[in-house]
């Protein structure tokens, strides 16, 4: 067994609940709006379209709770909340992984407020013989990317340092990402399954990617604590998302969204599916909260 997730002590938020730039109609209650980004708020190829980004904007302006549910490291994460100009509020990184608070009160604009941790070893040793030539990354407790074989993704949001495996094995992690080369995905999860990781919380991605957190720890538990902090009835709560880290999330939500392009076991969790991200499927969510 996995050490159970640790809570990284962290300066407590010293800006209040954030107040709406715009007061909503009267009687109208504020929707907590959990947003993820690759294959949601921007397409494949990292681009996200006007009518995401003006719909988006307006949500936030209108004074609803947005936030950011991605499972993008914090650095690869603010770009696309400055591009949505969530100033005050937050937003979830790492898949849950990493809770920031956003506010104009600070010189950076945000502070960390949360941050889980666990003992990457004992996964990272089952996974070197099932996956001999995979790619590592982990991102440790000071927000620092660590890699085999020159791995760099634009979801670390810093260049990794690279280090070899034993350094990985004794390095406190916040988010362990594998990436295979040589196997498909059917492979790749087979692999993982066989495995029957135990003590951490994983979900494979698109291709041969596996990311992998604290146990317990996923979008849907980072959300659920900013939910209660802000007293946000569970029926007010909105969720979009495409992928399988998103499953969690989409069936906590009060509603749930899944993208046209979802695997079909995505969509079966979702109460709804919008259109998919190259047809802006995100937009049509947003503007429906603006009715």
């Known amino acids: 067994m996995l050490n159970d997730p640790q809570e990284t002590p962290s300066t407590p938020g010293r800006a209040s609940a954030p107040s709406p730039s715009t007061v909503l ?53 603010l770009p696309i909340i400055e591009t949505i100009r969530l100033r005050n509020g937050f937003s979830v990184c790492c898949n849950g992984g990493v809770t920031i608070q956003l506010t104009d009160q600070l010189e950076e604009g945000y502070e960390v407020i949360d941050r889980r941790t666990f003992d ?10 099932r996956l001999p030539s995979a790619k590592y990354a ?64 994983y979900s494979v991605g698109w291709s041969a990617w596996l990311d992998v957190a604290a146990a317990g720890v996923t979008k849907a538990s980072g959300l659920e604590a900013l939910r209660a902090r802000l007293g946000v009835s569970l029926d007010d ?19 749930g969204v899944a ?9 079966r969790i979702a109460d ?9 499927g995100a937009a049509l969510v947003l503007r429906s909260l603006l009715r």
């Open 25 to 77: 109609p009267s009687g109208e209650q504020r929707k907590m709006v959990c947003l993820d980004v690759d294959g949601t708020l921007v397409d494949h190829d990292g681009h996200m379209s006007e009518a995401v980004r003006s719909a988006a904007r307006d949500v936030v302006a209108a004074g609803h709770h947005v936030m950011i549910a991605t499972g993008r490291s914090l650095q690869a994460t």
């Open 259 to 267: 993208m046209g392009q979802a695997p079909d076991d995505v969509k």
């Open 237 to 255: 709560t909105v969720a979009i998302g495409d992928g399988y880290n998103d499953v969690e999330m989409l069936a906590w939500a009060g509603r």
């Open 138 to 201: 982990i991102e440790d407790d000071a927000g620092n990317f660590l890699s085999t074989e020159r791995f760099q993704d634009m979801s670390f949001g810093v260049k990794a340092r690279g280090v070899s495996f034993d350094e990985l094995l004794n390095t406190t992690a916040v988010r362990l990402v594998v990436f295979s080369t040589d196997a498909s995905t059917e492979s790749f999860s087979e692999a993982v399954e066989a495995i029957g990781l135990q003590g951490v919380t």
């Open 120 to 129: 990457p070893a004992p996964v990272l040793e089952q996974l070197r013989h």
């Open 272 to 280: 709804e599916v919008t259109e998919d991200v190259y047809d802006d």
